[in-house]
């Protein structure tokens, strides 16, 4: 590392402690507001230092996916130390698929198994997108927790990714046992583009005949990729995530209009939201997703789901993988912690 990238990471780490107010004196000097909430002063600021910067969406994919990793790992807490992780592969009909395993060490433990999917809008993100978040998790509830590496668009489209998650749910229910969890007790959850394909799963598992899962924790949830709420068009130049990005996602995910329409792409969009898996949906007030991500938990709602709907109206997207951003950053995902070791015990 050379001095300049020392002294740059010091005055990020330094900035990002600052108490609000000087942040936002550093960020412009007038907090930002939309829908009647204000943005996090710490997000604010890092908008206001990104801004120099070119977005995910000018890149080729293999520098996006390494800026996006790169983003991930200073953005991210450092994972806790109290678990035991390993890599592994579920072997499905597509193939293999790369998996990471998070187990607690000496604490207690819970035959609940978690499947996360990460995000990245089905583009970038890896195994470590996410992982603070699963050993926190595994650390709080003692639950096993499974990361699945699902393959990646361009090269793999729609439904690729789908297929993946769907393939990774069915392997859990054959396997959970063997792990010491409960076939019973899986929970899928997944934040933004994961989000997505947890609600996916749940859809397609119905669909199928199969077991529903034992909850949905949909963080940020991508739910229409057809359609545009009113978030994109109120919150178009948020931050991390803006309109323009996502839209770039959508467009190497989605070959076709038609694809856009399916359920398996856009869960919003089913006909049948009853007898889904009861389901915790977190939304932020500073990104293009918020509203199709209510939207989702009204429509199970509706249908007798069992819902618990949050929205963080500070945050922007991205609230599990910016956690170590500032104290309000790290608190918001706390509370998802918090929200999702609460249901795994209520549901034990």
């Known amino acids: 590392m050379s001095l300049k990238q020392y002294l740059s990471g010091l005055w990020f780490k330094i900035a990002m402690s600052l108490p609000g107010r000087l942040q936002v004196v550093l960020a412009g ?55 035991e992780t390993a890599d592994i592969e579920i072997d ?19 035959e609940t198994m978690v499947l996360f999917f990460h995000p990245g809008g089905w583009v970038i993100g890896d195994l470590d997108s996410g992982h603070a978040f699963c050993t926190e998790v595994c650390a709080a509830s003692g639950a096993t927790v499974i990361s699945v590496d699902y393959r990646l668009a361009p090269e793999h489209r729609f439904p690729c990714a789908a297929d993946d998650a769907i393939a990774a749910y069915y392997w859990a229910l054959e396997s959970a046992a ?17 989000g997505n394909l947890a609600a996916v799963v749940c859809q397609q ?96 709602k509706e249908a007798g789901v069992d819902v618990q709907y949050h929205c963080e109206t500070g945050a922007g997207h991205g609230i599990l993988t910016m956690a170590g951003l500032s104290r309000s950053c790290g608190a918001a995902s706390d509370r998802c912690v918090s929200l999702l070791v609460d ?5 034990a």
């Open 343 to 347: 249901q795994i015990a209520a549901l």
């Open 29 to 83: 000097g007038a907090p930002v507001t939309a829908r009647g909430n204000t943005m996090d002063s710490s997000v604010q600021l890092l908008a206001h230092f990104s801004a120099a910067h070119p977005s995910l969406d000018t890149y080729p994919i293999d520098i996006a996916r390494a800026a996006g990793s790169a983003g991930y790992s200073v953005l991210s807490r450092p994972p806790r130390s109290n678990v």
């Open 205 to 300: 598992a119905k669909l199928a005949g199969r077991q529903q899962p034992l909850s949905q924790f949909l963080v940020s949830p991508v739910t229409d990729v057809k359609n545009r709420s009113e978030s994109y068009t109120d919150l178009s130049d948020a931050f991390p995530l803006n309109a323009n990005l996502m839209e770039w996602f959508i467009a190497n995910y989605i070959s076709a209009e038609e694809e856009a329409g399916d359920p398996k792409a856009s869960p919003l969009l089913a006909t049948d939201f009853s007898d889904l898996a009861p389901a915790i949906v977190v939304t932020a007030g500073f990104d293009p997703l918020v509203d199709e991500g209510a939207a989702y938990a009204t429509k199970l």
């Open 178 to 194: 063997s792990y010491g969890c409960a076939p019973a007790k899986i929970i899928v959850a997944g934040e933004s583009a994961g």
């Open 92 to 110: 499905c009909a597509s193939g293999l698929i790369p998996a990471r395993i998070t187990k607690p060490i000496g604490g207690r433990t819970s």
